[in-house]
């Protein structure tokens, strides 16, 4: 009799983890993903404030630090070029308020004269 009832015992256990499993998949699916996750790059410019917004979002409202201010022209026709528009009445110091594409945030990174994309705390 013992061995029916070790048997039976894991026959119930196999099933319940079974269901905790298939339980938290299904919790997963419904999170969304986050931007990090869809991003083709990865750079230490990205604050995790950016980084951590919903993978769908096509537009990012954020702060962009530059290394030397006033921007030259090569690197406003670069971010024309990338249709990221800048407050041009907010800037304080080296830092100005922007409308970044999700399609150029990449790019955005990978200009020497940007060192830092983030999304101020209130």
Request: with cysteine.
């Amino acid at each position: 009799m013992k061995t029916s009832y070790s048997i039976a015992f894991f026959i119930v256990l196999l099933i319940v983890v079974s269901g905790l499993v298939v339980f938290y998949e299904k919790e997963d699916e419904g999170k969304s993903k986050v931007l990090l996750q869809t991003l083709e790059c990865h750079s230490d410019k990205i604050d995790s404030s950016v980084s951590d917004l919903d993978s769908d979002t096509s537009l990012i409202g954020a702060m962009i630090s530059f290394k030397a201010v006033p921007i030259d022209e090569d690197t406003k026709n670069k971010l024309t070029e990338l249709q990221i528009v800048l407050d041009e009445h907010s800037w304080i110091f080296d830092y100005v308020v922007a409308k970044i594409p999700t399609d150029s945030l990449c790019e955005l990174t990978s200009q020497e004269q940007v060192t830092r994309v983030f999304i101020p705390e209130l």
